[in-house]
Every structure is written in C-alpha cells, then in structure tokens.
C-alpha cells in the first residue's frame, strides 16, 4: 500500500462584489511538497455569478483564475510569480486578500496521489 504523504489545500472563491463579502466556490488549489506537486482546477457556474452580479466582467474573472493556474504549477506564463519555488508559490496565491479571487484558510490533510485528490476535492466543493 502507498505511503500517505501531507498535502495543504485551499478553496478558491470568486466574491463579485467585495463589499458585500458574497462569494462562490470556483476552484481549489492544492500543494503536496513530497511530490512536489502543485496545482488548481477551476470551473465557473455563470449564471450563479451573475446572481450575484449581473455586470461581473467574466472575461476578467477568467483570465484571473487562469492565471492563478499558471502561477501555481509554474508555467512561464505566470510570469515572476511563477518562478518562485512551490511552497512561495502557493503560499502567495493563499495569502488574505480583499479582491475579487480569495482563497479560504488552507486545510491539510493526508493523501497516496495528490491528483486524485486534488480532482476529488474539486468535485466536493465546487462541482
């Protein structure tokens, strides 16, 4: 049987409108150092921001999210943010923030493979 290894996770939450602190689950992202492992998934339900509000630039809201994916696995084009080692990385992108993406306090937990649960986390608490 795999060895179980700690990995920290956070929600992460779309607040169209800060001042009303009203906010939707859209992604997680998680962070495994043993196997070096970093990442987010993201899905937006639309027509549940728009609720929320009507005139919410979802072109910009993408852009956002995808860029937190680029940041968080290290791609190039996550620019200098992206160049920071994993835990900098993920610690950044999980930092309190009053924006329109913020993260939940990070949780721990114990997994065998960080992707699978990684996919079983987003399917909990987004889909």
């Known amino acids: 049987m795999p060895e179980k290894t700690l990995y920290e996770y956070a929600v992460v939450r779309l607040v169209p409108r800060v001042e009303?602190?009203?906010f939707i689950n859209?992604?997680?992202a998680l962070y495994c150092r043993k196997h070096r492992f970093a990442n987010m998934l993201f899905?937006?339900?639309e027509s549940r921001v728009r609720l929320l509000c009507p005139d919410v630039?979802?072109?910009m809201?993408?852009?956002h999210l995808k860029s937190f994916v680029n940041i968080c696995t290290g791609?190039?084009?996550g620019g200098k943010l992206a160049l920071l080692d994993q835990t900098e990385r993920f610690r950044w992108l999980t930092a309190k923030r009053?924006?329109?993406i913020q993260c939940s306090a990070v949780h721990p937990g114990l997994c065998e493979?960080?992707?699978i649960t990684l996919q079983l986390l987003f399917e909990k608490l987004v889909l």
Do not use: F
């Open 43 to 45: 899905q937006i339900d």
């Open 113 to 115: 493979d960080p992707a």
């Open 26 to 28: 859209v992604g997680v």
């Open 57 to 59: 630039d979802m072109h």
């Open 98 to 100: 009053s924006t329109v």
């Open 75 to 77: 791609a190039k084009e």
């Open 61 to 63: 809201i993408k852009a």
């Open 20 to 22: 009303r602190e009203e």
